[in-house]
């Protein structure tokens, strides 16, 4: 038997926690890692919700993976790519991967001019005082040698697909031979990788370059994009900004140019957070619709792969080729097959959105501007919006921050004892803080699982999807203190976070999309999250989301193509 459906209050709130940097983080970290963190641990946990959650009661028995079964065996996996749409979309255009297909089918470039210039461009990103830092290495001999082998398949009329010779990133936490898998540690990926992540395996099965390894948030374990270690990527729209995070180089190299797609992972907002920080697109399917292989383990029930991107075709491309069934990958046998039709339909009068008026409005003001006037525009399209009701999202926040956090800890517990004053201050306490959760505030947190899907079910029958700002600020300022010795700031990592956890902890696909710009310049995200499987809703709304916006060029972009050529081409 399981409870009612809770109260319709909004409980979700704003926190405010002392930040630390420099020495105090230095004397908290130790207070923390010593026998004396007793003492200090019960109020941190109290401010954290933690302590809150331990009093209430669920129900629901613990659900450990958010699993849908699509009714039927897995389809087998298929090579469909989805229809380009016939204009590009107001305002500045990225260099699309059908672009980067035009310029090497009309003898305007080649894969190899292609490679060199991005080696050029990583080179060049990474110099002043404000460094790039979006990949973290490149090897100059691998890349040449695919971009040899890449023209040679074009000049022989044999392309792979249209990704053929189209730059691609990959995120430190996953495998690409031969580059190690450092996860944005200073001690892991001590050897190369051996093999490729089965997403890796697929982008270059279709042709496409990788051109190296992405920084990120330290094992993920933060989503403003910090890394004391490799150096802390700065936004393209405003340097002196934040990323976003975990998946912080692929967000800041799509958004520069130097890649029209990237291989991200999100596990509590890691590709959509970035991907809305930096005024790109940032798909996370549903769990179990891409697989995980190769993929550091690091938090095994919320973790997705997916793409960020610079437009919703290059996200929808991408996933289209990363998708699919795995055999090497039990989670990924329960899904229907990927489609397509009618995906680039402007035409929304067949949706209904679902709107949480008081979860929506809990964001900067510019932000929730942003996001009603892309809602106005949806409407104008035939879109139907109506009121929703989420309850219970203080508990899944907690829920979430128990879940990742245990899973984490338990990921990095073999190189604990030995490597973890290797960590930067903000890790090393993150995973303090974890090691002290119990196996009962796990087992609880799985049971606000469980509560939280029936929750988001009862929602999607009144709503096709769920509509949300993706983040509650825009890209918060990188301050110099926090870039040597890292920071602690829960009150800003509770705004960024307030609306992805709920898709990573029930496991249904979210994309976050560009909705506007605050102010001083920065980059709005707004996200829809959809039940299982509906990955092609969600791209179908966003690229109508894109028609109607008129995007800007950021601060430091890279152009590689050449791109008066391909304007009048």
């Not at 080696?119 to 404000?130: H, K, M, P, T, V």
């Not at 289209?320 to 329960?334: C, F």
Request: net charge neutral; charged share 20%; with cysteine.
């Amino acid at each position: 038997m399981t409870a009612p459906l809770s109260s319709s209050r909004y409980d979700l709130k704003s926190v405010r926690l002392p930040y630390l940097s420099g020495l105090p983080l230095r004397i908290m970290v130790w207070i923390i890692e010593s026998p004396l963190g007793r003492l200090l641990i019960p109020q941190l946990f109290k401010s954290a919700g933690i302590t809150w959650l331990r009093k209430q009661s669920f129900a629901e028995a613990p659900l450990y993976t958010p699993l849908y079964r699509s009714g039927r065996a897995a389809a087998p996996r298929q090579e469909g790519m989805p229809a380009l749409p016939p204009e590009p979309a107001p305002g500045f255009n990225f260099s699309s991967t059908a672009d980067y297909a035009r310029a090497y089918r009309e003898g305007l470039t080649d894969p190899e001019q292609t490679a060199s210039r991005i080696l050029d461009l990583i080179d060049a990103s990474d110099r002043g005082q404000e460094p790039l830092r979006a990949i973290t290495a490149s090897y100059t001999e691998e890349l040449l040698r695919q971009a040899q082998e890449s023209a040679q398949r074009l000049r022989e009329g044999r392309p792979r697909s249209i990704f053929e010779g189209v730059p691609v990133a990959v995120k430190e936490e996953l495998d690409v031979v031969p580059y190690p898998t450092t996860v944005g540690t200073a001690f892991l990926g001590r050897e190369a990788a051996v093999r490729d992540a089965t997403v890796v395996a697929r982008m270059r099965a279709a042709g496409a370059l990788i051109i190296g390894k992405a920084n990120m948030h330290e094992i993920g374990i933060g989503v403003t994009g910090l890394n004391p270690i490799h150096g802390t990527p700065r936004n393209p729209y405003a340097p002196g900004h934040y990323t976003g995070g975990s998946s912080s180089g692929p967000a800041a190299a799509v958004a520069a140019g130097l890649c029209p797609v990237a291989i991200g992972a999100d596990g509590g907002g890691s590709i959509r957070i970035p991907s809305a920080f930096c005024g790109i697109v940032g798909l996370k399917p549903t769990f179990g619709r891409v697989s995980e292989i190769g993929a550091w383990p690091l938090c095994w029930s919320v973790a997705h792969v997916g793409p960020l991107a610079a437009s919703v075709a290059d996200a929808a491309l991408a996933y289209g080729v990363m998708a699919g069934p795995d055999e090497k990958d039990p989670n990924t046998l329960h899904q229907p097959e990927v489609e397509w039709s009618g995906w680039d339909q402007f035409d929304l009068s067949d949706l209904t959105l679902g709107i949480y008026p008081e979860w929506f409005r809990h964001a900067q003001p510019a932000i929730v501007a942003a996001c009603e006037a892309q809602i106005e525009r949806f409407t104008a399209l035939g879109a139907r919006v109506v009121e929703i009701v989420l309850p219970d999202l203080e508990a899944a926040r907690v829920a979430h921050t128990i879940t990742i956090a245990a899973e984490m800890a338990q990921s990095m517990e073999a190189d604990y004892r030995q490597n973890h004053r290797l960590h930067g201050r903000d890790v090393r306490l993150n995973l303090a803080l974890a090691r002290a959760m119990s196996a009962r505030d796990y087992i609880l947190a799985q049971r606000v699982r469980a509560r939280l899907v029936r929750h988001l079910e009862h929602a999607f029958s009144k709503a096709d999807l769920i509509l949300s700002p993706a983040t509650g600020i825009t890209a918060p300022p990188i301050l110099p203190s926090a870039l040597k010795g890292g920071e602690s700031d829960l009150t800003k990592l509770v705004e960024i976070m307030r609306f992805a956890t709920p898709g990573n902890l029930a496991g249904v696909p979210a994309i976050s999309f560009p909705a506007g710009y605050d102010p001083e310049g920065l980059p709005i995200g707004m996200q829809a999250m959809g039940p299982a499987w509906q990955e092609k809703k969600l791209l179908r709304l966003a690229l109508a989301a894109e028609r109607g916006l008129e995007r800007r060029q950021p601060q430091r972009h890279f152009p590689i193509l050449p791109v008066p050529e391909i304007a009048s081409a």
